[in-house]
């Protein structure tokens, strides 16, 4: 089978349950694990700052999501796609998703472009809204490229770590306030399944909260699983400062640590953000969201893992390379 990912998180569960070698192209920001960079992107990115590429360079929030806003009122798409060298691939499953336009290419675009390849190759559209789902996604993987114990063991796997780094956590009592941005100018928080792994952690998301599922009670303690999140959305700095933040993580969408450590930096030197709870106590934190929070795919419990040990000291349960960093207020 020839298996082309134009999405980063799927290309990560490829890797996990084995399939790398199926592999035959990739998009742009697929660059995990460090082996698949060197299949052939397919996609690229219409924003004049790719951060993927740039790694060192400085970049501000605000301009990038200026430019992401000036194409949609244009009504132009945010990433092309090579539809010549996708077709020379003769891929025989696309991976893609439909989750988020900003995110990565549109499945609209995928499915025309798939339709005008003979033979036609299968398009398997992940649009996850939860941790479950993302299991789930591991599973329908694994069924379409013929890996389905791998997948089911990896699921265990994720499954396990999960439960015992919730283990470390008493989801009975009102924990501290987290504020997460996923964007940081304007400020977008967050929202699907990093709300559950805030609430999972210990945490409370005041501004994003979960909500039981029809029927699920209160859906407290081990029925976590039934309390869903909404969408990210964007709150003012007044709102933001208002639910009085205990902890704090700044992971802009798309950055990587260094910029995003420059993002909290830059917000540390905002008046009303120094005065927050978080930033007089010392516990905000930068971390690579792109790679750890922002991909619905099996490094979530990576980022499970750190909110855990972070939120309740317990730095035992810390993978030893998560990228993070704590940000001082600026004197």
């Excluded at 004049?48 to 992401?68: E, K, L, M, Y």
């Excluded at 990896?154 to 941005?181: K, Q």
């Excluded at 909500?211 to 859906?219: E, I, R, T």
Aim: glycine share 8%; aromatic share 6%.
């Amino acid at each position: 089978m020839r298996v082309v990912s134009l999405l980063p998180s799927a290309t990560e569960i490829m890797a996990l349950i084995g399939g790398e070698p199926l592999l035959v192209g990739r998009s742009h920001e697929c660059d995990f694990p460090e082996s698949v960079r060197t299949l052939p992107a397919l996609t690229g990115q219409r924003t004049r700052f790719n951060p993927t590429a740039n790694p060192g360079t400085g970049v501000s929030s605000a301009s990038i999501d200026a430019q992401v806003r000036e194409l949609a009122a244009a009504g132009q798409p945010l990433y092309t796609l090579d539809e010549t060298a996708l077709a020379e691939l003769r891929p025989d499953l696309i991976l893609t998703q439909d989750l988020c336009s900003v995110c990565s290419i549109d499945l609209e675009t995928v499915r025309r472009v798939a339709d005008g390849l003979s033979p036609r190759p299968q398009v398997l559209s992940l649009n996850p809204d939860s941790v479950e789902a993302v299991f789930d996604d591991v599973l329908r993987i694994g069924e379409a490229v013929g890996r389905i114990r791998e997948a089911r063991d990896a699921v265990v796997s994720l499954r396990g770590r999960l439960h015992t780094a919730a283990e470390c956590v008493n989801p009975y009592v009102d924990g501290p306030r987290v504020g997460f941005m996923e964007w940081s100018d304007p400020i977008f928080i967050a929202g699907h399944w990093t709300v559950q792994l805030i609430e999972r952690a210990g945490g409370r998301h005041p501004l994003n909260e979960t909500v039981p599922k029809p029927g699920s009670g209160a859906a407290a303690g081990p029925q976590q699983a039934e309390r869903t999140a909404g969408k990210s959305i964007a709150v003012s700095t007044e709102v933001f400062a208002a639910s009085a933040p205990e902890f704090v993580v700044v992971a802009p969408c798309g950055l990587t640590l260094d910029q995003s450590a420059a993002e909290a930096e830059r917000l540390m030197r905002e008046p009303w953000f120094a005065q927050l709870p978080a930033a007089r106590a010392g516990r905000v934190a930068a971390v690579d969201g792109s790679q750890m929070f922002n991909r619905p795919g099996p490094r979530l419990i990576d980022a499970f893992e750190w909110l855990a040990g972070w939120i309740n000291d317990r730095p035992e349960l810390i993978p030893a390379d998560f990228p993070w960093r704590l940000i001082g207020i600026a004197r």
